[in-house]
T-cell receptor
Framework: GAGVSQSPSNKVTEKGKDVELRCDPI?????LYWYRQSLGQGLEFLIYFQGNSAPDKSGLPSDRFSAERTGGSVSTLTIQRTQQEDSAVYLC????????????????FGDGTRLSIL | EDQVTQSPEALRLQEGESSSLNCSYT??????LFWYRQDPGKGPEFLFT???AGEEKEKERLKATLTKKESFLHITAPKPEDSATYLCALRGFQKLVFGTGTRLLVSP
């Protein structure tokens, strides 16, 4: 597609439920990133994919968070047993090239999923 | 540890009133400094990359400059459509580090 696509755009769920967030990167972009943006905070890195592999998942806050990428394209971020502190905007970005989190290529972002945990 | 501090947190300008946004940083080895614009409910939109002190980039009413300690985003004769949050991000030898942004409001 023309840009990074994320779905759903909004998600409201009850504490303890599992959620899945989807990211479809720019066609041809091999690198994909997930970030979390909380009110008043800078973007917090979660995980980086190169192709279907995740060389850097150091930003995942707990074992309730996991992500996968299939076919070198679509990625899914899953949060199990959601907690209220998980409420945030989850942003996905992609870049061309293979430099990973250390690349100088600008990252192109989707519009995010706004997650609210009741 | 690489760090980025943006100031001011918020800035209100009248249309046509030029000003500058600041991004101060500490980094072990600068590999790039990025500026993004973020509108409410949207993801960050890439504006510029600066790689070395003295470098400048321009786009319409925006001009980004870089020194060894800070970057400025100069806004000349802003219009209401320039209202947004402007983020800077730093690339050193570690992952991209984002500042918390400057919320700019330009009134007609």
């Amino acid at each position: 597609g023309a840009g990074v696509s994320q779905s759903p755009s909004n998600k409201v769920t009850e504490k303890g439920k599992d959620v899945e967030l989807r990211c479809d990167p720019i066609s041809g972009h091999t690198a994909l990133y997930w970030y979390r943006q909380s009110l008043g905070q800078g973007l917090e890195f979660l995980i980086y994919f190169q192709g279907n592999s995740a060389p850097d998942k150091s930003g995942l806050p707990s074992d309730r968070f996991s992500a996968e990428r299939t076919g070198g394209s679509v990625s899914t971020l899953t949060i199990q047993r959601t907690q209220q502190e998980d409420s945030a905007v989850y942003l996905c970005a992609s870049t061309a090239g293979t430099g990973g989190p250390y690349s100088n290529q600008p990252q192109h972002f989707g519009d995010g999923t706004r997650l609210s945990i009741l | 540890e690489d760090q980025v501090t943006q100031s001011p947190e918020a800035l209100r300008l009248q249309e046509g009133e030029s000003s500058s946004l600041n991004c101060s940083y500490t980094v072990s080895g600068l590999r790039g400094l990025f500026w993004y614009r973020q509108d409410p409910g949207k993801g960050p939109e890439f504006l510029f990359t600066l790689y070395s002190a003295g470098e400048e980039k321009e786009k319409e009413r925006l001009k980004a400059t870089l020194t060894k300690k800070e970057s400025f985003l100069h806004i000349t004769a802003p219009k209401p459509e320039d209202s947004a949050t402007y983020l800077c991000a730093l690339r050193g030898f570690q992952k991209l580090v984002f500042g918390t942004g400057t919320r700019l409001l330009v009134s007609p």
